[in-house]
């Protein structure tokens, strides 16, 4: 089984605004529909994989959205550095939460902001990382990742500031499926991936389904979690050996996350 890395969502609200997400947000968020949908969305990943816990800290309320938490690789990890002030603090508990487990820690340079695996997903068939940069990581992060992981990076370019993180706007699915927004990405980043994905294997979403966070989607075998799809995607999904499981996560969008915000595969 997959092991995947999750934060209860004790101390999660809505305290600044750092992204188009949290707008209008401030102290708006639920925390008892908070912890209702992050405890179903556990429950829906732990049928297919072991759920291991980091804790929640007082003041950190985005910890809870370990994807950014690094990226890790055959027991090495990079430790996150993050753009926003406001999330600089849970760095050296992710570092800690890492080496205490025997990890080995890459930190990346100074002047490289980079956010994990809110930023770097991996194709598993393809065995790439496509690499997101323009508002939170840096567009050296794919080639730094390259070295230091001995891996193939895509470097994608955003340029929507509601899909400011890669995982927003791009999933990786299994059969080589790959499920993205166009309109997030630069052109010369859709040409990048439609020369390496072919055409019948790329599945394009609308703004609609984008919006609800179809993209950042947890996929664990034949099962893909998300806070929402239209039915035509849902059919589509299907069509391509993918269940698609559906769990709102609307507390969580208000700080502009969902299920894969909420995880880090650690395999």
Not at 46 to 61: K, M, N, Y
Not at 139 to 151: F, G, H, N, S
Not at 216 to 231: I, K, Q, W
Request: hydrophobic share 40%; aromatic share 10%.
């Amino acid at each position: 089984m997959r092991e995947i890395l999750m934060c209860p969502p004790d101390h999660f609200g809505v305290a600044y605004v750092i992204n188009p997400w949290m707008e209008g947000q401030y102290r708006r968020t639920n925390p008892s529909e908070a912890r209702k949908q992050w405890l179903d969305l556990k429950e829906i990943l732990g049928r297919r994989a072991d759920i291991s816990l980091v804790d929640s800290h007082p003041g950190l309320p985005d910890l809870v959205f370990t994807a950014n938490a690094g990226l890790p690789r055959e027991g090495k990890v990079v430790i996150s550095r993050f753009r926003a002030p406001e999330r600089r603090g849970e760095e050296p508990i992710f570092r800690d939460w890492f080496a205490e487990r025997g990890y080995e820690i890459a930190e990346p340079p100074d002047d490289m902001f980079f956010e994990g695996a809110g930023d770097a997903l991996h194709d598993e068939p393809r065995d790439l990382y496509w690499v997101g940069h323009g508002f939170r990581s840096h567009k050296d992060a794919a080639p730094y990742l390259e070295r230091v992981l001995a891996t193939r990076a895509v470097s994608l370019g955003l340029v929507d500031p509601r899909f400011y993180h890669l995982d927003t706007c791009l999933a990786p699915l299994p059969n080589g499926y790959l499920m993205y927004f166009p309109g997030a990405f630069d052109e010369a980043s859709r040409a990048a991936i439609e020369a390496i994905v072919p055409e019948d294997k790329r599945i394009c979403v609308d703004e609609a389904d984008a919006e609800g966070f179809c993209c950042n989607a947890v996929a664990l075998g034949d099962m893909v979690v998300m806070n929402d799809a239209s039915p035509a995607l849902q059919d589509r999904l299907r069509l391509c050996g993918v269940e698609p499981v559906l769990t709102p996560l609307s507390q969580f969008m208000k700080a502009g996350g969902a299920a894969k915000c909420l995880t880090l595969n650690l395999d």
